[in-house]
């Protein structure tokens, strides 16, 4: 079986967004070459990305161009080449087609096809988007946080996780630090209290 890994860029404070639409390029994330090494080396290990569509959306706009622009860092470009070839499922009531390699899950049975999605997988699963990771950890089918913590705090925005207000038990797996002063820490899900 599969297993869910929300992997997000996160405040000190637990913040995703300042403002909307600057999860990927607000002021206050610290993402240089090395970070972006290690991004690029984890997302290459995914057996494939579960996206909400705003975050799908700003993906698709961006890094199927990115992959071939020559005035883009290599460490970019490379991500781009990784973004679009990965299998990708975007979660969706409105949209009906995505190109690169997506699969469109929507509808009022969305949680349960995520959890046959997770069920027939061998391999982790990276979720983008707070809404949908949100409604992964209230069916209990939330596996794993990846954050990676930059030293801002933002002291209102959006947080990690939309309308929660329950405790979560983890274990940590693993922890980095960077040069640039982003954190890295690894969890595994115990257990979250149900809504």
Request: with cysteine.
């Amino acid at each position: 079986m599969g297993r869910f890994l929300y992997w997000m860029n996160v405040s000190l404070d637990l913040r995703i967004e300042q403002v909307p639409g600057d999860d990927g390029a607000g002021e206050w994330l610290r993402i240089d070459e090395e970070l972006h090494r290690e991004f690029n080396a984890r997302a290459r290990t995914l057996a494939g990305m579960v996206q909400g569509r705003v975050i799908y959306e700003t993906m698709e706009e961006y890094w199927p161009r990115a992959r071939d622009d020559a005035s883009l860092p290599e460490v970019m470009r490379e991500y781009g080449e990784i973004w679009t070839s990965a299998p990708k499922v975007l979660v969706s009531r409105t949209r009906r087609s995505a190109g690169h390699g997506t699969r469109i899950i929507g509808g009022d049975d969305a949680i349960e096809q995520l959890a046959a999605l997770r069920a027939g997988t061998d391999g982790t699963l990276g979720v983008g988007g707070a809404a949908l990771a949100t409604q992964l950890l209230r069916a209990g089918l939330l596996d794993e946080l990846l954050l990676f913590t930059h030293p801002a705090i933002l002291g209102f925005g959006r947080p990690l996780f939309d309308d929660w207000d329950r405790p979560i038990d983890l274990d940590l797996l693993e922890q980095r630090s960077f040069p640039n002063g982003v954190t890295m820490h690894h969890y595994a899900i115990r257990e979250a209290s149900p809504c």
